[in-house]
């Protein structure tokens, strides 16, 4: 199996059990910077992600995990997850190729109109014409929130049809409501 294939499989696994554990006790999560560094935390534990590679072009030292990533098209990544054969490049450290990127959000209460704007916007950083990185997962976390299933279910099939036009982006919703003790996760 090549190096890329198996961090996308650590990566996805992963991520599900994070994801979970999210849902389960959202309150560890203020902000999009703790849903950040949660994320970080659980990622760079692992192998491949905690794993050093020595860059010879640049004389200095790195791992494939990164927050507030730069990509080509000129915004910054949530996370980041570099692609290892492109490490040896002599492109600065900051604009190596992405193997993963990831863009957060963390909301409380929004109603489905602001949640699909803001995925949508978040969709752009995963433009194919920009090619920014090869994977993209979108993940928007909504605590607090009671929306209707009929607007869950509208909310799902835009999002689908968001999704069509890059399918190598996943789209998590997650809506949690603490009063009620329940969580959904929508993978898109």
């Known amino acids: 199996m090549n190096e890329e294939k198996e961090i996308t499989i650590v990566f996805n696994k992963e991520l599900n059990k994070a994801l979970h554990d999210i849902s389960e006790h959202p309150n560890i999560m203020i902000n999009e910077a703790d849903l950040r560094s949660y994320l970080y935390s659980k990622f760079i534990k692992l192998n491949p992600f905690s794993k050093i590679y020595k860059i010879k072009a640049l004389d200095t030292k790195t791992n494939l995990l990164h927050t507030e990533?730069?990509?080509a098209a000129g915004g910054r990544?949530?996370?980041?997850?570099?692609?290892?054969?492109?490490l040896q490049s002599e492109k600065e450290l900051n604009y190596k190729k992405i193997l993963i990127?990831?863009?957060l959000?963390?909301?409380e209460g929004k109603n489905i109109k602001t949640i699909y704007e803001d995925i949508?916007?978040?969709m752009s950083a995963f433009d194919k014409t920009n090619k920014t990185a090869k994977k993209g997962f979108i993940i928007?976390?909504?605590t607090d929130a009671e929306t209707p299933k009929n607007q869950l279910i509208l909310l799902e099939n835009k999002l689908k049809r968001l999704k069509a036009k890059n399918k190598d982006v996943t789209i998590y919703y997650i809506e949690i409501n603490e009063d009620e003790?329940?969580?959904?996760?929508?993978k898109i």
């Open 120 to 122: 949508e916007f978040d």
């Open 140 to 142: 928007h976390i909504n």
């Open 69 to 71: 990533y730069n990509y």
């Open 101 to 103: 990127g990831i863009e």
């Open 105 to 107: 959000k963390l909301g």
């Open 181 to 186: 003790k329940h969580y959904f996760i929508y």
């Open 77 to 86: 990544y949530d996370l980041a997850v570099l692609c290892p054969e492109d």
